[in-house]
């Protein structure tokens, strides 16, 4: 049985990077306590954002969105991420997208879905008895 050994820190030998990711800790440990943000919520912020924890990302292109959107020009953007935990314990982050288009594209998406639900209601409505 081998057991993983890892040597304790040698605070002397700290380079200028490794005191400004200290820094960074100690600054956001000071703005979420500020926000009476629970330890375990800090904590866990702070091992995504030093990449100590892998977050998979949910694919934009496997979404119900993309699969509406997808053969109209319109401009998506990743502006950041909401973490959330599944009933498994395991997490992913969950872009949230920016999208912009002109004003005739979205009038001509929204068209097309709307006539998409609602000859999909009116095939339910034909198949009941």
């Not at 890892?6 to 700290?14: H, M, R």
């Not at 800790?25 to 000071?30: A, G, N």
């Amino acid at each position: 049985m081998s057991e993983e050994f890892k040597s304790i820190f040698d605070y002397a030998k700290t380079t200028d990077e490794q005191k400004l990711a200290v820094e960074e800790v100690i600054r956001v440990l000071e703005e979420r306590s500020e926000q009476n943000l629970p330890l375990n919520f800090i904590i866990n912020e702070l091992k995504q954002n030093f990449k100590l924890e892998d977050v998979p990302v949910r694919p934009v292109n496997q979404s119900a969105w993309y699969t509406l959107t997808k053969d109209y020009n319109i401009g998506a953007n990743i502006q950041g991420y909401r973490i959330i935990t599944n009933p498994d314990g395991t997490k992913n982050k969950i872009p949230h997208v920016a999208f912009n288009a002109d004003l005739q594209t979205l009038d001509d998406m929204i068209t097309k879905v709307v006539s998409d639900v609602v000859a999909g209601i009116n095939a339910v409505k034909t198949e009941q008895p």
